[in-house]
Structure formats: structure tokens, C-alpha cells
């Protein structure tokens, strides 16, 4: 059972540039979000979704689209690169009845 | 004002000792709680939920004070492997969003 899993595990960008942060699950969960954390910072959400077809902003959405056309993908994408997107971003699926979060290993991502 | 805080430490403690510490959530509604570890640079792993009536899985125990607004963890006979930054979360909402706190560091020491 694989969990959550996300690639790529760590990815330089130079600022403008975009990319996509993929992110999957095997548990068959609705509700999965994606969290960046700042160096001595806890986990802000960026975006969230209570199932296919369904996403919503959370507390940072800015410069980030999310889409969820399966069950068990939510890649996140980055428009347009910027220094201050440089953080570690976590992906996470959630129970649906315990509401017990599961998190990814994370990508580090620097943006020069 | 942060809908979770959390005292960040460091708690420093000897092997062996016991440490406690607390969170306390501004959301009344909040049905659900959790305590989580984070190790340097690694993903947050669930250490336990916390129920109303308290509950212990070895070493630690969480209880919940709805009265007051506050969880807590007690670790008790302190290892080494127990230092990490453990996150209190709360459940706001129906879908299950959660708001993390941003961590309280531990530091067992020899």
C-alpha cells in the first residue's frame, strides 16, 4: 500500500518558469490538499478538494491551480515561478469518517 | 489570532523524564483532534487522535479539555527518538479541514 506519493522529490526552477507537482493516492479518499511549509513555519494550505471535479482555495492560493479529474490524483501547478515559492510542498489525502490526514514525503522546490 | 497555537520550545528534556505540553484551538465547533510528528525535513506523521475521554498508546497520553479549549500530550520515559516537532491539529469544518498548529519542538537529550 503505497499511501501518498508525490514527485518529483526535489526540482530547481528559474524564476517564470512553470511546472506541475504530482501527487497521488491509493486509498481511495475524497478529500485531499496541498500545504507548503516555510523554514520554522507550520503547513499553510494552498488548495484543497472534497472530491473529483471539486477543488477550493485555502489560506495561500496565489500563483497555484490545482484540478481533480480522479479519485486518486491532485497535481498542483505553478504558473510562473517566483523566489518566494521556494518552500517544501506536502500533498495530503484525508479519511473521510476520521478525518485522519496522510501526507506525501514532499518536494522540495527552489526557485532561483 | 491563530485558530491553533502552540508553544514552539524547545522543550528540552532528559532521557527518561516525562514532558507535557499543550495547544489550545480558538474554534468552539471543532470536533476532531490530532497530534502529529514531524521530523526535520520529513512529512507529518499521525501520532494519535485525541477523544474526548483522553486516550494513551504507550508512552503517551492526549487529552482534551473542551471547557478550556486545549489538547495536550504527555510523553512519559522520554527516548532519544522522541525528538521532533509535534503538530496539534483541529478539524473545523464538515468536509474535514483541518488547521495545523505550527509545532512544538522536543529535544530529548542524554
Known amino acids: 500500500n503505497a499511501g501518498v506519493t508525490q514527485t518529483p522529490k526535489f526540482q530547481v526552477l528559474k524564476t517564470g518558469q512553470s511546472m506541475t507537482l504530482q501527487c497521488a493516492q491509493d486509498?481511495?479518499?475524497?478529500?485531499m490538499s496541498w500545504y507548503r511549509q516555510d523554514p520554522g513555519m507550520g503547513l499553510r494550505l494552498i488548495h484543497y478538494?472534497?472530491?473529483?471535479?471539486?477543488?477550493d482555495q485555502g489560506e495561500v492560493p496565489n500563483g497555484y491551480n490545482v484540478s481533480r479529474s480522479t479519485t486518486e490524483d491532485f497535481p498542483l501547478r505553478l504558473l510562473s515561478a517566483a523566489p518566494s515559492q521556494t518552500s517544501v510542498y506536502f500533498c495530503?489525502?484525508?479519511?473521510?469518517?476520521?478525518?485522519?490526514?496522510?501526507f506525501g514525503p514532499g518536494t522540495r522546490l527552489t526557485v532561483t | 489570532r491563530k485558530e491553533v497555537e502552540q508553544d514552539p520550545g524547545p522543550f528540552n528534556v532528559p532521557e527518561g523524564a516525562t514532558v507535557a505540553f499543550n495547544c489550545t484551538y480558538s474554534?468552539?465547533?471543532?470536533?476532531?483532534f490530532f497530534w502529529y510528528r514531524q521530523d526535520c525535513r520529513k512529512e507529518p506523521k499521525l501520532l494519535m487522535s485525541?477523544?474526548?475521554s483522553g486516550n494513551e498508546d504507550g508512552r503517551f497520553t492526549a487529552q482534551l479539555n473542551r471547557a478550556s479549549q486545549y489538547i495536550s500530550l504527555l510523553i512519559r520515559d522520554s527516548k532519544l527518538s522522541d525528538s521532533a516537532t509535534y503538530l496539534c491539529?483541529?478539524?473545523?469544518?464538515?468536509?474535514?479541514?483541518?488547521?495545523f498548529g505550527a509545532g512544538t519542538q522536543v529535544v530529548v537529550t542524554p
Open positions: 478538494s472534497v472530491g473529483a471535479g471539486i477543488t
Open positions: 485525541v477523544y474526548s
Open positions: 486509498m481511495n479518499h475524497e478529500y
Open positions: 474554534n468552539s465547533a471543532s470536533q476532531s
Open positions: 495530503a489525502s484525508t479519511g473521510t469518517t476520521t478525518y485522519e490526514q496522510y
Open positions: 491539529v483541529a478539524v473545523t469544518d464538515s468536509w474535514g479541514k483541518l488547521q
